[in-house]
C-alpha cells in the first residue's frame, strides 16, 4: 500500500517527460535504472502536485495524499494519468498540474466499501 503514491508519482513523471519524482531518493534509484532519459537534476516546483482522483463510473472524486494509505494495490483497475488541456477540461484549474485517474475494480467487494467511505468525504467532480 505505502508504493501506491509514489508509483503513482513515477508515472506521472514518465509520462509527463519530466522527473516529478527527483523530490525522492528512492525514485531517483529508480528512474537512473530505467534510463528513461528523463531530466535528473533537482526539481524545481516542488509544492506542484497532481490531483489524485478515484472514477466511480462516471463521477470522480478527488482524494488528498493520505486517502491513499487505504487503498489496497489489489483492488485497482487501472491507474491513467491526465495532462494538459484533457486534465483542465475536465478538472478546472485544479486538473493544471496533471491528474492521476485510479479506477477501481467493480467487483471487488473490499474496494467498493472503501469507495462509499470516500465518496462521504471526498470533492466531487
Not at 537534476?41 to 516542488?46: H, R, V
Not at 483542465?88 to 485544479?94: A, H, K, L, N, P
Request: no cysteine.
Amino acid at each position: 500500500m505505502k508504493y501506491i503514491l509514489p508509483s503513482a508519482t513515477l508515472i506521472l513523471a514518465l509520462i509527463s517527460g519530466n522527473a516529478a519524482a527527483q523530490g525522492n531518493p528512492e525514485e531517483q534509484k529508480i528512474m537512473s535504472k530505467m534510463n528513461t532519459g528523463a531530466y535528473t537534476g533537482p526539481f524545481l516546483y516542488k509544492d506542484v502536485k497532481p490531483l489524485y482522483v478515484i472514477q466511480d463510473d462516471l463521477d470522480f472524486y478527488a482524494i488528498e495524499d493520505n486517502g491513499f494509505k487505504d487503498i489496497d494495490p489489489d483492488w485497482i483497475e487501472r491507474v491513467d494519468v491526465l495532462k494538459g488541456k484533457s486534465a483542465e477540461e475536465i478538472f478546472g484549474e485544479r486538473g493544471g498540474n496533471g491528474v492521476v485517474l485510479i479506477i477501481l475494480k467493480e467487483d471487488d467487494k473490499a474496494a467498493r466499501k472503501y469507495f462509499r467511505k470516500i465518496k462521504k468525504t471526498a470533492t466531487k467532480y
